[in-house]
């Protein structure tokens, strides 16, 4: 059991990370010849995790990433649409547990939460007339944002620190019209998410979570991410970096975070759920205008939509957003021209780049050569 200063610890980190394999030395030339598995044991990883040969680099990077950090375990899963096309999870639920991850296992999403609240906002906007560049009523003192400048991070307001929004209880809006500067420049701030899950609320009745279950044209987001980790069938295990290694902490045993900051990064779901979140957002019909007006950011190569980031891969244009929580990360990346979606989320704080771009161009790869032989009747 965690003591109360730990939790509260927790807590803090929680809220303030919303936002978003190295083989061994070989031996001696004079030692005697060893298994390849102990000379490389991110050789006997991959042998570890068979697959179809057009998945085995996916594998290579999640045994290269997961030893190379140190990391517990990762799942990866690759849709369709709203198929699953491949998945695989490498190392324990929780360190410690013989119980293994699984692709179905339910974990923290962070920042990913944005796209559903980007979408649900939206949708809500449309349905009652209320326009982009319209002035939102806000609990916040000063100018009103509208909600363009909420969802697209151009509103001037920066995070304060943790432990000042934590003590500001229900007076968080004040604080954050402290630490606002004047609007316009691209700057990413979980609070933008804070004001519209606010005015969500106000106009819908309704917090996020009970929106998406109330509108029937949000129910496939309802479906695929939660936000109560104590109703879960299924939950996995954050790992926070102690002074003896990381220590599991499974999801519902931390301390809860403000209800507010749900929208900004409290969705929870596993690979599998998240591959399948780009098909879901589609039937939103909010998508389009989620990436019509994108601005450049302070990323080279990516701008930000409204709610959503955008990059060029291989010359084609991905969707994306990445996610990290105290003590999780993940990310979601897709093509809209194929429908191919890859989601990779890791039980510990630490980017996987590298399996994400791996599963991102064998998924592509294995859709061009499943094309190829249609366009050579045509």
Known sequence: MASGGQRRVIARVGLGALLLGCPAEPGSPRSPPRPASAVDPGLACVHAHPVPERWRPIVRA???ELRSRGGVSVAVAIARGDEIEWSLAI????????????PTTTLHIGSITKLVTAAAALLAAEQRGVELDEPLPSPMPGAAPTLRSLLQHTSGLRDPETSAMLSAGEAWPTLLAEH??????FHYANANYLLVGRWLEQVTGRPLPAWLHHEPRLAALAEL???DPHQLDEPGCSHLPTMLGWSAWPLGSERPLP???LPAGGGLASAEQLARLPAALARTAQLERMIAAPLSTDQPGTSYGLGVRMLSVDGERALAHAGQTAGQWAELQWSPATGVAVAVIATTPQPFRATTLAAFEAASSSTQAEQAPALEHQ
């Open 62 to 64: 999640m045994c290269s």
């Open 91 to 102: 190392g324990p639920r929780c360190r410690g547990s013989a119980e293994p991850l699984r």
């Open 259 to 261: 209800a507010s900051t």
């Open 180 to 185: 606002r500067v004047a609007p316009g420049a």
């Open 225 to 227: 991410v939660a936000f």
